[in-house]
């Protein structure tokens, strides 16, 4: 099999697109989705001069998706002096899977010169995933708890280090399944909140009054085996290993039923991805025109909530942790 573009050794074959391309073509693909992703989206405002720049917090992992954002965004920023780009790592209290992708994460950092920093459940919350799991009181899926802590922590995070953006590695598989796990839900006033969250182009989004750090997911248009392929042409350091506690068993159902479709019919998550931004937005633009309900704080710690209450504090709660957050 050889590369369309240039006659090489093809490393990979998309059915969805019908391409065949070698190892350069392959990752200058790569790279050149993820920046039409990031001018599409209008990531990079036009306030941001070199005067007064942005700062881009990007939650790094150390898996092969956060580690394939990280180096994109560096190569193409790094020279820019519009954007800071900054690091975090959020540490769950896992035992030796969260350390030796924390090592992973330090070593990609130190080889970009970029600024890492780390923050934890326990500095956050005074609790553990490991203890969390064991005790579960609510007899859930520990990914159940840890989804909520890992999100708040972030937010938290990028609020307190007074970043502009909160970019994450999802990969157009991820995005794939949470739009088909909303879409089953029933849920559309959670889809269009996703919209002014993290979804649409910021030029579409509603910020006047964001009660958080607008997130932005620029590697949403690649699939996740490009994304490992990536990773690996490019050696870049990962920790690739399952979390010991993972669980979660619906995201997995769907997982499965979207790669039987994709094989079926190529072109699948793209197509879903492409309508559920589309619906996104205009639900969005709908509830903004009126019928929204006012949107509340949590009493406990400040974030937006629709309750009185939210879901990490009313989690933390049942957890007997400490509540922290300055909001
Ligand atoms: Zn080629
Ligand atoms: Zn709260």
């Given at each position: 099999?050889?590369?369309?573009?240039?006659?090489?050794?093809?490393?990979?074959?998309?059915?969805?697109?019908?391409?065949?391309?070698?190892?350069?073509?392959f990752?200058?693909?790569?790279?050149?989705?993820?920046?039409?992703?990031?001018?599409?989206?209008?990531l990079?405002s036009?306030?941001?001069?070199p005067a007064?720049?942005?700062?881009?917090?990007?939650?790094?992992?150390?898996?092969?998706?956060?580690a394939?954002?990280?180096?994109?965004?560096?190569?193409t920023?790094a020279?820019?002096?519009?954007?800071?780009l900054?690091?975090?790592?959020?540490?769950?209290?896992?035992?030796?899977?969260?350390?030796?992708?924390?090592?992973?994460?330090?070593?990609?950092?130190?080889?970009?010169d970029?600024?890492?920093?780390?923050?934890?459940?326990?500095?956050?919350?005074?609790?553990?995933?490991?203890?969390?799991?064991?005790?579960?009181?609510?007899?859930?899926?520990?990914?159940?708890?840890?989804?909520?802590?890992?999100?708040?922590?972030?937010?938290?995070?990028?609020?307190?280090?007074?970043?502009?953006?909160?970019?994450?590695?999802?990969?157009?598989?991820?995005?794939?399944?949470?739009?088909?796990?909303?879409?089953?839900?029933?849920?559309?006033?959670?889809?269009a909140?996703?919209?002014?969250?993290?979804?649409?182009?910021?030029?579409?989004?509603?910020?006047?009054?964001?009660?958080?750090?607008?997130?932005?997911?620029?590697?949403?248009?690649?699939?996740?085996?490009?994304?490992?392929?990536?990773?690996?042409?490019?050696?870049l350091?990962?920790?690739?290993?399952?979390?010991?506690?993972?669980?979660?068993?619906y995201?997995?159902?769907?997982?499965?039923?979207?790669?039987?479709?994709?094989?079926?019919?190529?072109g699948?998550?793209?197509s879903i991805?492409?309508?559920?931004?589309?619906?996104?937005?205009?639900?969005?633009?709908?509830?903004?025109?009126?019928?929204?309900?006012?949107?509340?704080?949590?009493?406990?710690?400040?974030?937006?909530?629709?309750?009185?209450?939210?879901?990490?504090?009313?989690?933390?709660?049942?957890?007997?942790?400490e509540?922290?957050?300055?909001?």
């Amino acid at each position: 099999m050889q590369c369309d573009k240039c006659g090489d050794e093809a490393v990979m074959s998309a059915a969805y697109s019908g391409q065949h391309l070698c190892a350069d073509h392959f990752t200058r693909s790569v790279e050149s989705r993820v920046r039409r992703r990031i001018r599409a989206d209008a990531l990079l405002s036009d306030d941001a001069t070199p005067a007064a720049p942005e700062t881009w917090l990007v939650g790094l992992s150390g898996g092969k998706d956060s580690a394939v954002l990280t180096q994109v965004l560096h190569d193409t920023f790094a020279a820019d002096p519009r954007v800071e780009l900054v690091a975090v790592t959020i540490h769950e209290g896992i035992d030796g899977y969260r350390d030796a992708s924390l090592e992973a994460s330090v070593e990609l950092t130190e080889i970009l010169d970029v600024e890492h920093e780390v923050a934890s459940y326990a500095d956050e919350y005074g609790i553990e995933m490991d203890a969390v799991a064991d005790e579960d009181p609510l007899d859930m899926a520990p990914c159940a708890y840890c989804g909520v802590f890992r999100r708040d922590a972030l937010s938290q995070y990028a609020e307190a280090f007074g970043a502009d953006k909160l970019l994450t590695g999802h990969n157009l598989d991820d995005e794939a399944q949470t739009a088909m796990m909303n879409l089953l839900s029933g849920d559309v006033r959670q889809i269009a909140k996703q919209f002014d969250a993290s979804l649409g182009s910021f030029e579409d989004r509603d910020l006047a009054d964001a009660p958080f750090v607008p997130r932005a997911k620029p590697l949403r248009d690649v699939p996740e085996k490009e994304v490992a392929l990536y990773a690996h042409l490019r050696n870049l350091p990962t920790h690739v290993a399952e979390c010991p506690h993972a669980s979660e068993a619906y995201r997995g159902e769907i997982r499965d039923h979207l790669h039987a479709l994709e094989a079926e019919h190529p072109g699948t998550r793209h197509s879903i991805m492409a309508g559920y931004e589309d619906l996104a937005r205009l639900a969005a633009e709908a509830y903004r025109d009126g019928a929204d309900a006012p949107r509340g704080t949590c009493d406990r710690c400040g974030a937006p909530t629709g309750g009185e209450v939210c879901r990490k504090c009313d989690l933390l709660g049942e957890l007997g942790g400490e509540v922290s957050g300055d909001a």
